[in-house]
């Protein structure tokens, strides 16, 4: 422990996470946050599958089952996936680069908190007049025509936690371009430090267009403007194209995290070098270029017509050809090495096959002619779900069990780790693998109930049971954090003792400040050559000094509550007085707050050089 | 002294050449903004010549801001310098995918 951080009460806790700037706590925040809307998105597909468990079920009735699937998507998707990830790329990737924090301490704190009071805004739906109901793809003709105010939670809700992300993404590209240590040349960069970065990049590009789509659905339905509505000269396919430019990187940014988080998993636990590693970083970078060039294949039955249909089918194609290749380096890299199956690596190994069957499933799909039988069906649903769950949400569980003891100092249990895997893995291919012939026996998405009879009956029950599996294994995960914690027995640097890459040089957790010194980085995989050369620790790259740091600051929050309370004036100002002086009222106290930090000089402090050796005599390696 | 992160481009070349480069550099700017004001006159004298049909002035205007674009960030924001090659990446990816996006939306949406 470091003399800065004391006990401290709970209050002054709770303050100091709502001030902070440091990436670590950030990442614990991103961590919890996404947890929180993942367990609730859960609850939602839980819903989802009892209401579809039997025919003709009456559980929920047909509006609620439409929000319920609305706010499943949404939320999965913006509000758990990404913060999940963003969670792990602040906690690991400074450290995997030799950086004492990111580039942008305060835009970091700000990202968290317009990606929390969007997600809160979005989610008070449920307890004002209604949730969004026109999936979370919202397309313009359906939610233009929905009643109520679900689509302006959604529009305005995503629109705030957007922005966040696009702060969030632009803050990881600078680091990474700007904060490399000594002899971190690009080469060198660990591959989950270059999944961020191409990740942070697709964020760059793409998050533009949803935020121009979600301004022209705001205005259409909050200010008479009509961009998205024929009758008035607008044209509701080009919300379609706006919303795929932005979804289809979208899931390339979901997905290219998690490989990048399988690739340290591999490496580390077939104590092998990553097999190909240009290679691997080569089609990273490729994945993220042609995942701009195909948007258009979630439209294939929009009429855009054989020429441009054909187009996109063959670009889709493509893509398959590098992911095949980071497929087989990960095989590679297992082939010959010597394997340990631990939680995170059994995640790693199920993933190849899971999310494989997504990839061809995604094939299948692309081939234009036949998605005209596919789309819409519960075909699609399987393949997402093969590739999201199979990939991202495999990702995420693993890294959480991978990088728990460096974000907290303490080792999740194994066992109970295994058994999260197991129910997890079994419920998830119960539940995903029926949908595909479910599919092809004509089942369409989106329905809220289904007619005995049809030979869908046995297919969703299993599908139903398959749930259950994956609510225990999740509840299993619960249970494995909080006897953890509360057992609370820290563990020294290198837990898993196969670390290969920087952040397993410093004690879990690390100090704020990170590094004492910089490291010198002499090749890729920096702490394992060191290791192997009989070394403690890195060898510094720059004499012990004082250290500069931000200060934290409360302004992150009072800006993005700004904006959430500007949302509610936009919202209501058809039908209340109230509505533009809350919308002015809230703009102003963001433009305040941004105005005020703008102009109070903040210099932040050192950590004086006396402190950090002090912090040494006292065995402070935590 | 407190350790400073380190940043990419940050050349330390001795005074003498700086001048050198520094006057060089004051050079080509008054060029390219004698160019770029020579221009601005052509687009506005393409547009007042009533002669010329709009499907000549637009292309051509367009052409003409082009240039004036690469002017500016070659010339005057330096991006012909070392050190920039991230920016320029990040820059001609964006140009691209905007430009991807607009040739989609007038051969698909709207043609
Ligand atoms: C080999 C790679 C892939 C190919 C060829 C592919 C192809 C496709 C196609 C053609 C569709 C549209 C189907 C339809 O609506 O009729 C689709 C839907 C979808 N894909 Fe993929 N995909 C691939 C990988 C991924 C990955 C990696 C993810 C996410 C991590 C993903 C997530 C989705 C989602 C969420 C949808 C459904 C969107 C919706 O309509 O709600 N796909 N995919
Ligand atoms: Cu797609």
């Known amino acids: 422990m470091s003399t800065y951080a004391q006990k401290k009460g709970f209050g002054a806790t709770i303050w100091d996470y709502l001030t902070t700037v440091d990436h670590k706590k950030i990442a614990i925040l991103y961590l919890i946050a996404g947890g929180i809307f993942f367990i609730l998105g859960g609850l939602e597909a839980v819903f989802i599958r009892i209401q579809l468990a039997v025919p003709d079920n009456n559980f929920v009735t047909a509006g609620q089952y439409n929000e319920i699937l609305t706010m499943h998507g949404t939320t999965m998707i913006f509000l758990a996936a990404m913060p999940l990830l963003f969670a792990f790329m602040n906690a690991i990737m400074p450290l995997q680069i030799g950086a004492r924090d990111v580039a942008f301490p305060f835009l970091n704190s700000l990202g968290f908190w317009l990606f929390f009071f969007g997600g809160l805004f979005l989610n008070l739906s449920w307890f004002l007049d209604g949730a969004p109901d026109a999936g979370w793809t919202s397309y313009a003709s359906l939610s233009l025509d929905s009643a109520g105010h679900g689509i302006d939670f959604y529009a305005l809700g995503l629109q705030i936690s957007g922005a966040g992300t696009l702060i969030g993404g632009i803050n990881f590209l600078v680091t990474i371009i700007n904060m490399r240590a000594p002899g971190m040349t690009y080469m060198r960069m660990p591959l989950f430090t270059w999944s961020t970065f191409v990740a942070s990049a697709l964020i760059l590009f793409a998050f533009p267009p949803l935020t121009i789509g979600l301004f022209f659905l705001i205005f259409d339905r909050m200010f008479g403007s009509n961009f998205f509505d024929p009758t008035m000269g607008g044209n509701t396919i080009l919300w379609e194209h706006l919303f795929w430019i932005f979804g289809h990187p979208e899931v390339y940014i979901l997905i290219l995290p998690a490989f990048g988080i399988f690739s340290e998993i591999f490496a580390t636990f077939s104590r092998k070098r990553l097999f190909g590693y240009s290679s691997m970083v080569f089609a990273t970078v490729l994945i993220g270029f042609l995942g701009f060039m195909v948007w258009a294949h979630h439209m294939f039955t929009t009429g855009m017509g054989p020429v441009a249909n054909a187009i996109f089918a063959v670009a889709t194609m493509a893509i398959a050809v590098p992911t095949g290749i980071k497929i087989f380096n990960w095989l590679f890299t297992m082939w010959g090495g010597s394997i340990k199956f631990t939680t995170p690596m059994l995640w790693a190994v199920a993933f190849i096959p899971s999310f494989v069957a997504g990839g061809v499933t995604g094939i299948m799909l692309a081939t234009a002619a036949a998605d005209y039988q596919y789309h819409d069906s519960y075909f699609v649903v399987a393949h997402f779900h093969y590739v999201i769950v199979g990939g991202v949400v495999f990702a995420l569980l693993a890294g959480t069990h991978f990088y728990w003891p460096k974000m907290f100092g303490t080792m999740l249990n194994e066992f109970l780790g295994k058994i999260t895997f197991w129910l997890f893995l079994i419920g998830f291919h119960l539940t995903f693998f029926i949908q595909h012939f479910l599919g092809l026996m004509g089942m369409p998405r989106r329905i809220f109930t289904f007619l005995k009879g049809q030979g869908l009956e046995t297919g969703n029950m299993i599908s139903t049971v398959g749930a259950i599996f994956m609510s225990i294994a999740v509840i299993v995960l619960l249970i494995n954090i909080v006897i953890t914690s509360v057992k609370n027995e820290k563990v020294g640097n290198d837990p898993w003792e196969d670390g290969r890459t920087l952040e397993w040089a410093l004690p879990s957790p690390p100090p704020f400040y990170n590094f004492k010194q910089l490291p010198l980085v002499r090749g890729l995989d920096a702490y394992w050559i060191e290791k192997m050369e009989g070394k403690q620790g890195m060898t510094p790259a720059e004499p012990l000094g004082d250290i500069h740091m931000p200060n934290n600051s409360i302004i992150p929050v009072i800006m993005s509550i700004g904006l959430f309370i500007a949302a509610f004036g936009a919202m209501y100002h058809n039908e209340h007085s109230w509505g533009i002086p809350v919308l002015i009222g809230g703009m102003l106290i963001t433009l305040l707050s941004m105005f005020f930090r703008s102009v109070k000089d903040d210099h932040g402090f050192h950590i004086h050089k006396e402190d950090l050796l002090e912090d040494e005599d006292k065995g402070g390696k935590a | ?111």
């Open chain 2, 1 to 111: 002294m407190a350790n400073q992160q380190p940043t990419s481009g940050n050349p330390r070349v001795d005074i003498a050449y700086r001048k050198k480069k520094n006057a060089e550099e004051m050079r080509h700017q008054v060029i390219t903004f004698a160019l770029m004001i020579f221009l601005t006159l052509v687009a506005f004298a393409a547009v007042g010549y009533a002669d010329f049909s709009g499907w000549f002035v637009v292309p051509f205007i367009l052409l003409l801001a082009i240039v004036q674009v690469i002017f500016q960030l070659y010339y005057f924001m330096h991006m012909s310098h070392k050190g920039h090659e991230n920016p320029q990446l990040f820059l001609f990816t964006g140009v691209l995918v905007g430009a991807v996006t607009i040739l989609a939306f007038m051969t698909v949406i709207w043609w």
